[in-house]
């Protein structure tokens, strides 16, 4: 899940064409939680930062994932440090947007084996 545009088109389609992953996206924190109600997800990657400063966050999704798909990976994705001490304390693993993305697709195989 991200907001912004570019990234809801280039990364599924990376991920799709580079590791044969299938990907659902979502603008938004309410369609990411309408998608995950009607479709069988192993992992979900949310952006950190979303929307307006005030706005719910993508670890308030990954928060909402763990209380209602507790099988379901989580992994927060952002260029901001701050999300590897929210992954830290919390259940959520994190991706810095500057990696490669075979980093990425490993990470999303890793935590998409373990549930």
């Known amino acids: 899940m991200d907001d ?5 088109a280039e990364l599924p389609e990376l991920l799709t064409r580079h590791a044969q ?7 938004t924190i309410d369609q990411a939680l309408r998608k995950l ?32 798909h507790p099988g379901c990976a989580r992994i927060l994705f952002s260029i901001d440090p701050i999300g590897a001490e929210i992954a830290r304390s919390g259940e959520h693993h994190w991706f810095d947007k500057d990696g490669d993305i075979s980093e990425l697709v490993g990470l999303i195989r890793r935590v998409a084996r373990r549930g």
């Open 21 to 27: 992953l299938a990907v659902l996206t979502a603008p």
């Open 37 to 68: 109600a009607s479709n069988a997800v192993d992992v979900v990657v949310a952006d950190l930062k979303l929307g307006k400063p005030n706005d719910a966050d993508g670890g308030d999704l990954l928060d909402a994932v763990a209380r209602w």
């Open 4 to 8: 912004h545009p570019v990234v809801l």
